[in-house]
């Protein structure tokens, strides 16, 4: 298993001022993802790749946000999926509670960041949307989550890509974008198998994003 006591350091960033945009967006956020088409999209990627879950498999969405992804893995999944949110920004992280809960659902909530947590049993399922576009080495962020799990554990990965959108986006974010073969040799280097790729058909989401299905190796 991949040792990621120095990948720590690396992933460190300026966490408290982003912490803080996201902290002033949760009100919104939400129903803006919703609107946006992202909220489908995540259906769509957790649906429309090859990979199926078990309703007792446990899932750690990783940067949560207000918990489109994990919504809709419960959605998919039933309420008693096993679920832990993980997410720096408390506002952020209480509306992601509360979107499983209008599903009847439960979860873990942990208010942290990449390199401040380490799961107690190792995860089944890692989801995580357009995070590691916020990090200084996206690399180490990827080794960071492999130390998380056993070898066989997937990870559904969402990243931003190359479109005049992200350029609008990254006025206000700052995000990276990734081509395709700089993210399959990311999560190569970090100990990942792509198995797949997804392309999000319409909205939003197929203008900005593209999906990643990956196995620990």
Known sequence: MHDTTCDNAQVMTDTVSLTQRYDRAADRWGDKMRLLGYADGYLGFLTGAGARAQTSDKVCDVGCGTGAFAEAWSAIYGPDADITLVEPSAPMLDRAEAALVRREGTAHKVQAGIEDFRPDTPPDHLLMAHVIEHVPDPGAALAILRGWVQPGAKLWLV???????????????????????????????????????????????????????????
């Not at 999560?187 to 994003?209: C, N």
């Open 159 to 217: 990243l931003s890509k190359p479109h005049w959108c992200n350029a609008i986006i990254w006025l206000q974010w700052r995000h990276r974008t990734f081509e395709m073969s700089e993210a399959e040799r990311l999560l190569q280097g970090a100990e990942w198998r792509l198995d797949e790729t997804y392309t999000f058909p319409s909205g939003p989401p197929s203008r900005t994003s593209r999906g990643f299905l990956a196995t620990a190796i």
